[in-house]
């Protein structure tokens, strides 16, 4: 079955440190793979995607994230946290099946928190 | 362009009774899919729409349906409401079958009582 997993509930970090959001996948095939935050009282909002090419794939408002299929890993990442950067962070899966169907399995998602 | 608009933003029905939400993809999107939030389930995909034809459906009970206008816009139903239905109904959509990324609205907040 096809999965995604995101270890940790919330990640902690200091406005200006670098920060990581994990994410693990279990897919048959390529996979293809996404970020999305979400803000409270939001929907979802689009971070970056890896389709193909290069691992390192680089998103909006300065996130990016690396790709290993070794590892079967796809974590989020930023230099340089903010503290509007604090929302919730969805990892997702595009499932195989018809071609090019858009159906999404996600993460359980994580919790940034970013502190002054 | 203006982005995915979902109608309406919130409602509270009682058990039993039946709802119908509204989706209205950004302008040239055809592909139009739905997800269920829950604290409880996380995000869990319902279905998925394109020139007015489903191409793919979640696991969930025959009580949700949903359907596409010639227009793209969708609408999702869902009858004889039960409390666990209580959840933010999110619409997704992107221009076609070939594009990779989805755009979603600010989804249905959902209460039953």
């Known amino acids: 079955a096809q999965s995604v997993a995101q270890p940790e509930d919330q990640v902690n970090v200091a406005e200006g440190n670098p920060l990581t959001v994990k994410c693990t996948y279990s897919?048959?095939?390529?996979?293809?793979l996404f970020w999305y935050v979400q803000y409270p009282n939001r929907g979802l909002q689009f971070l970056l995607k890896y389709i193909t090419g290069d691992n390192l794939v680089k998103g909006s408002y300065g996130f990016e994230a690396e790709f290993n299929k070794s590892q079967t890993s796809f974590h989020l990442k930023k230099p340089s946290a903010l503290v509007s950067d604090s929302a919730l962070y969805f990892c997702a899966v595009r499932v195989g099946g018809p071609s090019n169907t858009g159906k999404l399995i996600f993460g359980q998602g994580t919790t940034l928190q970013v502190k002054p | 362009k203006a982005g995915v608009t979902q109608t309406p933003r919130y409602l509270i029905k009682t058990r039993g009774q039946q709802v119908t939400l509204s989706c209205s993809p950004i302008?040239?999107?055809?592909?139009v899919s739905w997800y269920q939030q829950t604290p409880g389930q996380g995000l869990q995909f319902l279905f998925e729409y394109f020139s007015e034809t489903q191409r793919n459906k979640g696991n969930f009970p025959g009580r949700f349906s949903g359907r596409q206008f010639s227009n793209s816009r969708s609408e999702m139903n869902v009858s004889t409401l039960e409390l666990g239905d209580s959840a933010l109904y999110l619409c997704?959509?992107?221009?076609?079958?070939?594009?990779?990324?989805?755009?979603f609205g600010p989804g249905t907040r959902l209460t039953v009582t």
């Open positions: 897919v048959s095939g390529n996979p293809y």
């Open positions: 302008s040239g999107h055809r592909s």
């Open positions: 997704a959509s992107r221009p076609g079958t070939v594009a990779y990324e989805q755009y």
